[in-house]
């Protein structure tokens, strides 16, 4: 089983950026493509983007296209997510996954395993 934990949530003020965090234990993390989400107050959680297991490719929602990066350095069991250009519509918590098997389905879809608490971004106009 693994066990994640996100950090690096907060207040920004909107044009900001913050930078997330997913420090990954438990299993082989390099095996594993990994994935964040987010879930704004009364809405379902919805796919922000992921990344494959070696980082060669990384696939992201439209509505985060061009602002957001995903990274991760497999040396430090952990995965990033950069948020620039924050708007209000970007406030959530958010979550980051690992997927559950080493088989991918990427691009077509992310079949989440296990997740993270989660962190609040809560971007101010």
């Known amino acids: 089983q693994v066990q994640l934990v996100e950090s690096g949530g907060g207040l920004v003020q909107a044009g900001g950026s913050l930078r997330l965090s997913c420090a990954a234990s438990?299993?082989?993390?390099?095996?594993?493509?990994m994935g964040w989400f987010r879930q704004a107050p009364g809405k379902e959680r919805e796919f922000v983007g992921a990344?494959?297991?070696?980082?060669?490719?990384?696939y992201y929602a439209g509505s985060v296209k061009g602002r957001f990066t995903i990274s991760r350095d497999n040396a430090k069991n952990t995965v990033y997510l950069q948020m620039d250009s924050l708007t209000p519509e970007d406030t959530a918590v958010y979550y980051c996954?690992?997927?559950?098997?080493?088989?991918?389905?990427?691009?077509?879809?992310?079949?989440?395993?296990?997740w993270g608490q989660g962190t609040q971004v809560t971007v101010s106009s």
């Open positions: 996954a690992v997927e559950k098997s080493i088989f991918t389905r990427l691009p077509g879809t992310f079949d989440p395993g296990s």
């Open positions: 438990g299993r082989s993390f390099n095996m594993y493509a």
């Open positions: 990344i494959l297991r070696n980082g060669a490719s990384t």
